[in-house]
């Protein structure tokens, strides 16, 4: 049993909640407290200061039922984004589900470098007047969909392998530009990479590839296994919520090398590529993109942790 069947105060619930989770996950859980507040603000659709501001608040039924469920499913090890079903990202809110990986912080870096190449690039980097924008491996949408709302007089295509992941997409697509409706302009797609994209050419992609090594994936997992109580019954690791095939690329070097091929063909001259990936990867791409077919230049940059991060790409 995970809290008592008693209908607590809201000053009650967090305490015995965040005792809760400190016994039993401490090591994983280090934001304990602002997790339950997360959680128990999202069970009776509040904000948190609505915490802060009614401790004596006493939860309905069906807010504790929803509650209890909530927290339950954190300390088995699901995110709790996938538990609230969205994510907030560059000031959006974009919904989610196990067949999409989570927005990262990380990941605004990318947007925020598109949005500083779409203002500020030199005309023979990128075409200003009327720019096709391609969100490869778009999964919810986030890249894409955030620099459109951004700019929208861009062209965007979005495209990924999973159905699934698309399906999300397109919610997000409906909901975030329903607000103005024929102003923006976007198709999305259902490719392996570029194998059924339209024959066109973009001026700038945005990609979010598969970059966890094995290895490293199962480092991660191993580690957050041993800091959970064992007696924890169907723990799994955070990561392991997140859809595999977005997480690992199949054969990295192979897969890296279709990426590198697929924007040869696909970038106008001049046109440019922003690939997040891992630092761990950075040697093998530059090696890749010295390969005779691969028509791109490369430059390397940093993410806010001074990890080398992200590849800016230049077809020439």
């Given at each position: 049993?995970?809290l008592?069947?008693?209908?607590?105060n809201?000053?009650?619930?967090?305490?015995?909640s965040?005792?809760?989770?400190n016994?039993?996950?401490?090591?994983?859980?280090?934001f304990?407290?602002?997790?339950?507040?997360?959680?128990l603000?999202?069970?009776?659709?509040?904000d948190r200061?609505?915490l802060?501001?009614?401790?004596?608040?006493?939860?309905?039924?069906?807010?504790?039922?929803?509650?209890?469920?909530?927290?339950?499913?954190?300390?088995?090890?699901e995110p709790?984004?996938?538990?609230r079903?969205?994510?907030?990202?560059?000031?959006?809110?974009?919904?989610?589900?196990?067949?999409?990986?989570?927005?990262?912080?990380?990941?605004?870096e990318?947007?925020?470098?598109?949005?500083?190449?779409?203002?500020?690039?030199?005309?023979?980097?990128?075409?200003?007047?009327?720019v096709?924008?391609?969100?490869?491996?778009?999964?919810?949408?986030?890249?894409?969909?955030s620099?459109?709302?951004?700019?929208p007089?861009?062209?965007?295509?979005?495209?990924d392998?999973?159905?699934n992941?698309l399906r999300?997409?397109?919610a997000?697509?409906?909901?975030?530009?329903?607000?103005s409706?024929?102003?923006?302009?976007?198709?999305?797609?259902?490719?392996?990479?570029?194998?059924?994209?339209p024959?066109?050419?973009?001026d700038l992609?945005?990609?979010?590839?598969?970059?966890v090594l094995?290895?490293?994936f199962?480092?991660?997992t191993?580690a957050?296994?041993?800091?959970?109580?064992r007696?924890?019954?169907?723990?799994?690791?955070?990561?392991?919520?997140?859809?595999?095939?977005?997480l690992?690329?199949?054969?990295?070097?192979?897969f890296?090398?279709?990426?590198?091929?697929?924007?040869?063909?696909?970038?106008?001259?001049?046109?440019l590529?922003?690939?997040?990936?891992?630092?761990?990867?950075?040697a093998?791409?530059?090696?890749?993109?010295?390969?005779?077919?691969?028509?791109?230049?490369?430059?390397?940059?940093?993410?806010?942790?001074?990890?080398?991060?992200f590849?800016?790409?230049?077809r020439?």
């Amino acid at each position: 049993m995970y809290l008592s069947k008693a209908r607590k105060n809201i000053k009650l619930l967090l305490r015995d909640s965040v005792l809760e989770i400190n016994k039993r996950v401490e090591p994983v859980f280090s934001f304990a407290q602002l997790e339950v507040e997360i959680l128990l603000a999202e069970a009776i659709a509040k904000d948190r200061l609505f915490l802060y501001k009614n401790p004596d608040y006493i939860l309905k039924a069906k807010e504790n039922r929803k509650f209890k469920n909530y927290l339950k499913r954190r300390l088995l090890g699901e995110p709790i984004a996938y538990i609230r079903k969205y994510q907030d990202f560059f000031g959006h809110r974009f919904k989610i589900s196990s067949d999409v990986l989570i927005p990262r912080p990380e990941s605004e870096e990318l947007v925020e470098q598109a949005l500083h190449l779409v203002l500020f690039s030199k005309p023979s980097q990128l075409h200003k007047n009327k720019v096709d924008v391609l969100d490869l491996c778009c999964g919810s949408g986030c890249l894409g969909l955030s620099l459109l709302l951004a700019r929208p007089e861009l062209r965007l295509d979005l495209s990924d392998i999973s159905a699934n992941a698309l399906r999300v997409c397109r919610a997000n697509a409906k909901t975030l530009l329903a607000p103005s409706v024929g102003t923006y302009s976007y198709n999305i797609y259902c490719s392996d990479l570029f194998m059924k994209l339209p024959q066109k050419k973009y001026d700038l992609i945005l990609s979010n590839p598969p970059y966890v090594l094995l290895d490293e994936f199962s480092t991660l997992t191993d580690a957050e296994l041993n800091a959970v109580d064992r007696t924890e019954n169907g723990y799994k690791p955070s990561l392991c919520y997140e859809p595999i095939n977005a997480l690992i690329p199949p054969q990295p070097k192979i897969f890296y090398k279709r990426l590198f091929i697929g924007l040869s063909r696909y970038l106008k001259v001049g046109g440019l590529a922003l690939i997040e990936t891992n630092p761990r990867l950075v040697a093998m791409c530059r090696q890749l993109i010295e390969e005779k077919e691969i028509l791109l230049s490369l430059e390397l940059r940093m993410d806010l942790n001074k990890k080398t991060r992200f590849l800016h790409l230049t077809r020439i």
